[in-house]
């Protein structure tokens, strides 16, 4: 059996593991690559054999097994790509939840402000109440004040005669007096 090797192919990390089984180009031999790793460099050995010293059903063997492992590729393409597709969605979806939790993050903020603000308005409310209850008494003591007023700013004209006139009947009782006493 004819052996071809192939030095620093690529690098398995394992010794002597079958990585390929297949027929070469020239569809006579079947070619498995193996490793083994020395102490001075990284060999990997092709070992092509010849078809007809394999058994005669192992090509028949081996065509149902490419065509599964064909299907099999064609299947893990196809599964791949709905994973990529359903992994896509799935980060539109988190970035959407994203957005929505900074939202509701906000929303939360924004209602506790506002029940602070509605808590503060009840007390100014009450303290409102308070000084417009207090206040009332004050508003019908100052309406009886400005009544009153009025009825004085009406009255002023007819007091002022009458003050005229009681002094100018004085100044005669005093003139007399003066005149009196004088003499």
Same mark, same amino acid.
């Given at each position: 059996?004819?052996?071809?090797?192939?030095?620093?192919?690529?690098?398995?990390g394992m010794n002597f593991v079958t990585h390929e089984v297949g027929v070469c180009a020239s569809q006579c031999?079947?070619?498995?690559?193996?490793?083994?790793?020395? &102490? #001075?460099?990284?060999?990997?050995?092709? +070992?092509?054999?010849?078809?007809?010293?394999?058994?005669?059903? +192992?090509?028949l063997q081996v065509a149902p097994k490419r065509a599964a492992l064909a299907a099999a590729r064609e299947s893990?393409?196809?599964?791949? &790509?709905?994973?990529?597709?359903?992994?896509?969605?799935? /980060?539109?979806?988190? &970035?959407?939840? $994203?957005?929505?939790?900074?939202?509701? &993050?906000? $929303?939360?903020?924004?209602?506790? /402000?506002?029940? /602070?603000?509605?808590? #503060?308005?009840?007390?100014?409310?009450?303290?409102? #109440?308070?000084?417009?209850?207090?206040?009332?008494?004050?508003?019908?003591?100052?309406?009886?004040?400005?009544?009153?007023?009025?009825?004085?700013? #009406?009255?002023?004209?007819?007091?002022?005669?009458?003050?005229?006139?009681?002094?100018?009947?004085?100044? +005669?009782?005093?003139?007399?007096?003066?005149?009196?006493?004088?003499?």
């Amino acid at each position: 059996m004819p052996k071809k090797v192939l030095p620093n192919y690529r690098h398995c990390g394992m010794n002597f593991v079958t990585h390929e089984v297949g027929v070469c180009a020239s569809q006579c031999y079947v070619v498995m690559l193996n490793c083994c790793v020395s &102490e #001075d460099s990284l060999h990997h050995l092709f +070992t092509c054999v010849d078809i007809g010293a394999l058994p005669p059903d +192992t090509a028949l063997q081996v065509a149902p097994k490419r065509a599964a492992l064909a299907a099999a590729r064609e299947s893990l393409n196809n599964t791949l &790509e709905e994973l990529a597709s359903a992994q896509a969605r799935l /980060a539109a979806v988190q &970035e959407k939840i $994203a957005a929505l939790e900074v939202e509701f &993050e906000e $929303a939360t903020a924004k209602k506790a /402000a506002l029940a /602070a603000q509605v808590a #503060d308005c009840q007390v100014k409310l009450q303290r409102a #109440d308070k000084l417009i209850g207090g206040l009332g008494g004050e508003r019908s003591r100052w309406t009886a004040t400005v009544k009153q007023l009025q009825i004085d700013l #009406d009255n002023l004209v007819g007091d002022v005669v009458l003050a005229a006139g009681q002094i100018r009947g004085l100044l +005669t009782c005093v003139g007399n007096l003066l005149a009196i006493c004088l003499l």
